[in-house]
């Protein structure tokens, strides 16, 4: 059985294909790439076609990490794509919820620091937009993305 990820920000260049390029590498590191579709698409319209942020992929590369594909935007038909929809912050968690078409469509969005093992409290849900920020920012997303990616692997290898 195959599981469809997609993971989404708010343009799709940043924190998302992080987030993506990380489950991607894990999922390859544990020989897992023929059981999952993983995808990253943003909230809204600013940067469609574009390539992942160049200070994205530059953290992720000194990592092993590659970002690839272009930024798209996640549209209410795509929730029938996808088993889980995973929103970077709060924001964009709201705009998915308000673009589902139906409940089913709504429970399948989650936050990535949902399973973030440092967010024992539960109340940092966001994943930091680093955009306007310095290089300090690319490492932070990507190490929360990388703690939350394998925790959210461990889960759903426990599930199957």
């Not at 924190?15 to 993506?20: K, L």
């Not at 990380?22 to 059981?35: K, P, T």
């Not at 964009?92 to 469509?105: G, S, Y």
Request: glycine share 8%; aromatic share 8%; proline share 4%.
């Amino acid at each position: 059985m195959t599981t469809r990820i997609c993971f989404v920000c708010l343009g799709n260049i940043c924190r998302s294909p992080t987030a993506e390029g990380v489950f991607r590498h894990l999922i390859r590191q544990r020989g897992r790439e023929g059981d999952f579709v993983v995808y990253s698409a943003g909230t809204d319209a600013y940067h469609v076609g574009e390539s992942p942020d160049r200070r994205s992929a530059t953290t992720a590369a000194h990592r092993g990490i590659t970002l690839s594909g272009s930024a798209a935007r996640f549209e209410a038909e795509d929730f029938d794509r996808f088993d889980w929809v995973i929103a970077m912050d709060r924001s964009n968690h709201r705009a998915l919820l308000e673009r589902a078409p139906n409940p089913e469509a709504e429970a399948k969005v989650v936050l990535l620091r949902r399973w973030d093992p440092r967010n024992d409290a539960g109340e940092d849900l966001d994943v930091p937009d680093p955009y306007y920020g310095g290089a300090s920012g690319f490492d932070e997303v990507l190490d929360i993305c990388t703690r939350s990616c394998a925790a959210l692997l461990d889960a759903l290898d426990e599930r199957s």
